[in-house]
């Protein structure tokens, strides 16, 4: 997907490469929460800044998941085509096929796969079977990695990270990172199984996959974006639960609180605590929105 852009002077490059990218994340979080003020808030994120100062696919990443999940309910297939690109980057993607699973969301599945098996199809055509071979072979360097005093941890905000700065040790970090992705498994697929409200279930899909890798870096809490949106606005349509405001702003300053401490080498776990408190939160609301459903049916 970014050949093309390979082909270009760095600059121009970059430049493309953040204003297409950033274009249809700020349409797809439109479609999300239409209200003049979600460009602003979008553009004033931080997490939005992080991935712009980077150059990285967090704009891009945010674009095909909240896409996929906003299509699903009327356009399946497609859905699932446009989530299966996540394979990209997959370690953001394992929870998707537990959601669709569970929420028997068949012809997303079809779609998924296709699309994750057209991509891998055409990489092999463009580039043959060399670059596969060499990302098989480097995948035990980024296990290595998780196991290295000196990996970045600052800029991770995991629960496995915040463990490893605070001098807690491999075994203790893989133990309650271990905890955490059963947890958010459990959680996705009750919530996706028993038919939440999209705005719910997008949301705590969304806040699960960057909770469950270990390795999630900083410029990858542009996609936090998406279930601040759908809470945001489920809120501003409905009513606010008591202290939601507050917990939607600490998340939208998520990024700038976490870059500020990395600078200042503070070792918190503000990451896993923010991002934790907001999936609970949304695992609570789901939770009461569906039984009050139920009830009323």
């Given at each position: 997907?970014?050949?093309?852009?390979?082909?270009?002077?760095?600059?121009?490059?970059?430049?493309?490469?953040?204003?297409?990218t950033?274009?249809?994340?700020?349409?797809v979080?439109?479609?999300?929460?239409?209200?003049?003020?979600?460009?602003?808030?979008?553009?004033?994120f931080?997490?939005?800044?992080?991935n712009?100062?980077?150059?990285?696919?967090?704009?891009?990443?945010?674009?095909?998941?909240?896409?996929g999940?906003?299509?699903?309910?009327?356009?399946?297939?497609?859905?699932?085509?446009?989530?299966?690109?996540?394979?990209?980057?997959?370690?953001?993607?394992?929870?998707?096929?537990?959601?669709?699973?569970?929420?028997?969301?068949?012809?997303?599945?079809?779609?998924?796969?296709?699309?994750?098996?057209?991509?891998?199809?055409?990489?092999?055509?463009?580039?043959?079977?060399?670059?596969?071979?060499?990302?098989?072979?480097?995948?035990?360097?980024?296990?290595?990695?998780?196991?290295?005093?000196?990996?970045?941890?600052?800029?991770?905000?995991?629960?496995?990270?915040?463990?490893?700065?605070?001098?807690?040790?491999?075994?203790?970090?893989?133990?309650?990172?271990?905890?955490?992705?059963?947890?958010?498994?459990?959680?996705?697929?009750?919530?996706?199984?028993?038919?939440?409200?999209?705005?719910?279930?997008?949301?705590?899909?969304?806040?699960?996959?960057?909770?469950?890798?270990?390795?999630?870096?900083?410029?990858?809490?542009?996609?936090?974006?998406?279930?601040?949106?759908?809470?945001?606005?489920?809120?501003?349509?409905?009513?606010?639960?008591?202290?939601?405001?507050?917990?939607?702003?600490?998340?939208?300053?998520?990024?700038?609180f976490?870059?500020?401490?990395?600078?200042?080498?503070?070792?918190?776990?503000?990451?896993?605590?923010?991002?934790?408190?907001?999936?609970?939160?949304?695992?609570?609301?789901?939770?009461?929105?569906?039984?009050?459903?139920?009830?009323n049916?």
């Amino acid at each position: 997907m970014v050949l093309p852009f390979s082909l270009l002077p760095y600059l121009t490059s970059l430049t493309l490469w953040l204003a297409a990218t950033l274009a249809v994340f700020l349409i797809v979080l439109w479609r999300i929460g239409p209200h003049p003020l979600i460009f602003l808030l979008t553009l004033a994120f931080p997490g939005t800044f992080i991935n712009f100062i980077c150059g990285q696919n967090g704009f891009l990443s945010a674009a095909l998941l909240g896409g996929g999940l906003l299509l699903l309910d009327r356009f399946p297939l497609v859905a699932g085509l446009l989530l299966g690109l996540l394979c990209f980057k997959p370690h953001l993607a394992l929870l998707v096929p537990v959601a669709l699973l569970a929420g028997r969301h068949w012809k997303a599945l079809l779609g998924a796969l296709l699309s994750a098996l057209g991509l891998s199809v055409a990489s092999v055509s463009v580039f043959g079977w060399a670059v596969w071979l060499a990302f098989w072979h480097n995948l035990p360097v980024a296990l290595k990695l998780l196991g290295n005093d000196t990996a970045p941890w600052q800029k991770m905000p995991s629960v496995y990270a915040a463990v490893m700065s605070m001098g807690g040790g491999v075994l203790l970090a893989w133990i309650l990172q271990a905890t955490v992705m059963i947890g958010v498994i459990a959680a996705v697929a009750w919530v996706w199984a028993r038919g939440a409200s999209p705005a719910m279930r997008n949301s705590l899909l969304i806040l699960g996959l960057l909770l469950f890798p270990p390795h999630i870096f900083n410029y990858d809490l542009a996609i936090l974006a998406l279930p601040l949106a759908w809470l945001g606005w489920e809120g501003y349509r409905k009513s606010y639960l008591l202290g939601e405001p507050l917990l939607l702003a600490l998340g939208w300053l998520l990024p700038l609180f976490f870059l500020a401490f990395q600078q200042r080498g503070m070792r918190m776990p503000i990451g896993p605590l923010v991002l934790g408190a907001l999936f609970i939160f949304t695992l609570r609301r789901a939770i009461t929105s569906t039984n009050a459903h139920i009830s009323n049916n």
